[in-house]
């Protein structure tokens, strides 16, 4: 109670997270090149499949929504760190900060359906090739995504429903944009449940999707076994661009989980390291993944530099 009646009217926060950054100019615009390379990788990505009516199939549409919800991922963030950094912008107001929460979140938990939706997509791909085309057309992959993000919305939702009644007791942010965390920690009340109750929707979430995904691959190297040499060499090149996005993007939550659970304690500058690692480095490398190993789209590239 007592902390409650010494709480204030928030009307902006605070980004606190780089006051002890060395250099901090440096550091702006090396996050500033890599956004900017994530945004044009992946938009070239989006504007290549949705033009190229050859490329309009169930596979490259799932390499769309991955590029959007890359751009949607890097841009939650990107911009508040790099104003911060280079322009020395340190705050944001509250309805900004809020809805950075949310699409900051909404581009985590989307980017783990996006690939477990892939995952399944190669699974079909591989075990079923004559009845790919039944199970997935155009249409189904549509309208699965679109579940996919309505579903993910529903997830985080409960973000700002818990956070937006807090009392808030100042409005210094100790990290180094509005995430959940640096926004419970702003406010006037015991942190633990809050904490505890979004730790258990991201195992759950963490969980399931990273399963499905191994539970996926175990089935196509059970599948695989009946299959030649040159066609289990088709089936790795065909696999390895998902499993090389996969990896970029859960090693950084795994290590940060590990290293949390065994008893290491971050500074405040080893985890906002890797938060800006977990952020913009597989929505660098998933495009230029899919570009180099995808036939269709390598193809279209060379064509369009040729023709200039």
């Not at 990505?45 to 199939?57: S, V």
């Not at 990290?175 to 633990?192: K, L, Q, T």
């Not at 696999?239 to 065994?262: A, E, M, Q």
Request: a positive charge; one cysteine or more.
């Amino acid at each position: 109670m007592p902390l409650w009646n010494v709480s204030t009217k928030v009307t902006e926060f605070v980004i606190g997270g780089f006051d002890t950054t060395e250099r901090p100019m440096v550091l702006g615009v090396v996050i500033l090149v890599v956004y900017v390379l994530v945004m044009v990788a992946n938009t070239v990505n989006i504007i290549f499949i949705i033009y190229d009516k050859r490329l309009h199939k169930p596979m490259y549409l799932l390499i769309c929504n991955l590029a959007v919800v890359d751009v949607l991922y890097s841009s939650s963030a990107s911009p508040t760190v790099i104003g911060v950094l280079v322009a020395g912008v340190k705050t944001i107001s509250y309805v900004p900060c809020m809805f950075q929460m949310f699409v900051f979140h909404l581009g985590g938990v989307m980017e783990m359906f996006a690939l477990s939706v892939m995952a399944f997509d190669r699974l079909i791909a591989i075990s079923c090739p004559l009845k790919y085309h039944q199970f997935l057309t155009n249409v189904r992959t549509v309208v699965l995504t679109y579940l996919l993000w309505i579903v993910a919305c529903a997830f985080v939702a409960v973000m700002p429903a818990t956070v937006i009644p807090l009392p808030y007791c100042h409005s210094r942010l100790k990290y180094i944009f509005c995430d959940y965390a640096a926004i419970v920690r702003a406010s006037c009340v015991n942190p633990g449940y809050y904490f505890s109750m979004i730790s258990i929707i991201s195992f759950f979430l963490l969980f399931f999707t990273f399963s499905f995904i191994c539970l996926s691959y175990l089935w196509i190297i059970f599948a695989a076994k009946s299959f030649s040499k040159n066609d289990k060499k088709k089936m790795f090149s065909t696999c390895l661009s998902h499993l090389i996005v996969v990896t970029c993007y859960y090693c950084p939550l795994f290590i940060r989980i590990v290293l949390t659970r065994i008893g290491v304690v971050l500074t405040l500058e080893e985890r906002h390291g890797l938060m800006i690692g977990a952020i913009l480095g597989p929505s660098l490398v998933n495009p230029f993944v899919y570009c180099l190993r995808t036939k269709e789209i390598r193809n279209r590239m060379f064509k369009i530099f040729q023709k200039t």
